[in-house]
């Protein structure tokens, strides 16, 4: 199978934000205009959404133009609410028990550009504009933080080096 | 803060797999080749682990090279250590009770590139060179299979358009 997304084929960083915003918009299709979060989590994102325990789900966090992965939050069916509708990303913090919009404290804030549900309801990708460091420690991504485990690489056999099958 | 990836400045499809991961081992300082992951995780990667109530982490799969999300999955102690030492992704499948090594039944394997643990150690960044669809749908990605919700997106403002601050 040979899907590939659209932006493979250029340098991310050459693309404007405007016209990323339309060609992403046209990629997904995204034409229904019908779905209403103003005051809840619309009732057939909420029927989708497969939570854990606690009632979340976890949230990868992506730099919308170097696709970059910036950090693993979570998020109950409000936080969900209030990404879609505000233009800014908002946890659940489990430590804390309480909403966190990212950057109200440290100024590094997340513009959302994208949410995305997997296949079975339990992840959601959302990409965004970060702004300045996305951990806590001041590193870009949490992932640098934490840094490198020693792994032995994985390589694909020569029959299957040309393209994706 | 001026942080950004080097893999950001050129087209990552140009990159041959050889010479990417000479320039990552090197990004990311890896040289401390005294882990032992053969019989069990190894403790002092064990130790920073922050698991969830089931013993899990979570597991975010990204392309190497193209920089795509496919999917999350969940890994114990086990589950990683297999990741880190055999070349193949294997998840604990939380549906089955039982360990999942990617690819084996439906031949859409995924060859380790990378793993990082993030920097409270609840969550992996597993680069991998992915065969096929990471979904078990046929899609490539599991949130190309869920797909968009719709969002009100953000944008930051003119102060901070340049660069990242």
Redesign the interface.
């Known amino acids: 199978?040979a899907?590939?997304?659209a932006h493979?084929a250029h340098?991310p960083?050459a693309v404007s934000?405007a016209d990323w915003?339309v060609a992403h918009k046209k990629k997904?299709g995204?034409t229904?205009?019908t779905?209403d979060?103003s005051t809840e989590l619309d009732p057939r994102?909420a029927a989708?959404l497969k939570r854990?325990?606690k009632g979340l789900v976890?949230a990868?966090i992506?730099q919308y133009d170097?696709?970059?992965?910036l950090?693993?939050g979570y998020m109950n069916d409000e936080a969900l609410r209030r990404?879609?509708?505000?233009?800014?990303v908002t946890f659940w913090s489990r430590s804390r028990q309480e909403y966190w919009r990212k950057g109200d404290t440290s100024g590094h804030?997340?513009?959302?550009?994208?949410?995305?549900?997997?296949?079975?309801?339990?992840?959601l990708?959302v990409e965004v504009?970060?702004?300045?460091?996305a951990?806590?420690?001041?590193?870009?991504s949490?992932?640098?933080?934490?840094?490198?485990?020693?792994?032995?690489?994985?390589?694909?056999p020569a029959e299957?080096q040309n393209g994706?099958?």
Chains 1, 2 share one sequence.
Not at 66 to 69: D, I, L, N, P, R
Not at 135 to 140: A, L, S, V
Not at 142 to 156: D, K, N, Q, S
């Open positions: 199978m899907v590939r997304y493979v340098n960083g934000e915003g997904i995204m229904d205009t779905y979060n994102i989708r854990d325990v976890a990868v992506q170097t696709h970059e992965v950090m693993v990404t879609l509708t505000t233009g800014r804030v997340q513009y959302v550009k994208g949410v995305s549900l997997d296949c079975d309801g339990d992840a990708l504009d970060q702004v300045g460091a951990c806590h420690t001041g590193k870009r949490c992932f640098l933080e934490g840094g490198p485990l020693p792994v032995v690489e994985g390589h694909r299957q994706l099958s």
